[in-house]
């Protein structure tokens, strides 16, 4: 039997009165609430350290120009560093690898401390030296700033408790028993994934001190590679390393870190007027 239906091809597309619809946008997503932003605090270390350690003022000036040269700037610093390590310190042992990775974490992690200790004198002298309300306001917020310490060296005060060999701590892990080891660990592994990344942001967000003022980050920034700088010269780091090389190397970080910071407080001046003499109210 011949095919039954319609002969005739159907209807072209979009045939019909009315032109063609474009689809419906999709609905923007529902902002999370409080509770919601703490329970994925709890499950996501890497989500609570973007909460706690990037800048979170509503009215703060972000420029994206800069957050790319930040971010071209610290993939230049790690190239640099692998180039160096490769040339000079070559690994070819997992053991060799694990000593390169380990000294690397103690560069940042020492550059977080010294970043610890140096900005905290900053910050009161940058308050004590505003004039009228602007003192108290940038004292309330340095709160955060401070926060965002106390949550770093408080997630790395869980590493001694799980691995110190000291007698009282051994002792508060035999007191614990094994439930109590689970949560340790549980917590440690928390622990770990909020620290480096935690370390990772506080060295680009300097602590999120742009919540205190935006000149505040490259002062801060400039402050801690030549500080670096010279706890390298004192402590002989890379003495294996030729003497040209070692200079480039030494002085590439600071120079590039310092060119960056003065033309981020150009550009924020003379994009959003914001100057270390407005920010001070002179």
């Known amino acids: 039997m011949p095919p039954q239906g319609y002969p005739y091809p159907g209807p072209p597309q979009n045939w019909g009165p009315y032109p ?9 997503r529902p902002p999370l609430t409080r509770g919601q932003r703490i329970l994925k605090c709890v499950y996501n270390p890497f989500y609570a350290a973007q909460r706690a350690f990037r800048p979170s003022r509503p009215d703060a000036v972000e420029d994206p120009t800069v957050r790319k040269i930040q971010m071209w700037r610290t993939g230049l610093g790690i190239a640099a560093w692998l180039v160096l390590v490769m040339s000079y310190k070559p690994v ?3 053991k060799g690898v694990e000593t390169v990775a380990s000294d690397k974490f103690d560069q940042s992690w020492i550059s977080t401390l010294v970043l610890v200790c140096a900005f905290p004198f900053v910050i009161v002298l940058f308050a004590f030296a505003a004039q009228g309300a602007l003192r108290g306001l940038y004292l ?7 926060g965002s ?3 770093l060296m408080g997630s ?12 009282e701590t051994a002792g508060f892990r035999d007191a614990i028993g094994t439930p109590g080891m689970v949560v340790l660990i549980t917590l440690c592994a928390w622990s770990l994934g909020f620290a480096l990344y935690g370390i990772l942001l506080c060295l680009m967000h300097v602590f999120r001190t742009a919540n205190i003022h935006e000149v505040l980050p490259p002062i801060l920034a400039t402050l801690l590679v030549w500080v670096m700088a010279a706890l390298d010269v004192i402590n002989n780091e890379n003495a294996e390393v ?3 090389a070692r200079i480039v190397f030494l002085l590439g ?7 960056l910071s ?21």
């Open 92 to 94: 070819d042992t997992a």
């Open 140 to 146: 309330r917020r340095s709160l955060k700033s401070f």
């Open 242 to 244: 030729p003497v040209l």
């Open 20 to 28: 063609p619809q474009p689809p419906f946008p999709r609905p923007p």
């Open 156 to 167: 790395m005060a869980t590493f001694p408790l799980a691995v110190a060999p000291d007698p």
């Open 262 to 282: 003065c033309w981020e407080l150009h550009r924020l001046r003379t994009y959003y007027n914001l100057t270390v003499r407005q920010a001070l109210g002179r």
């Open 253 to 259: 970080a600071p120079v590039s870190v310092t060119v």
């Open 149 to 151: 310490v106390a949550a």
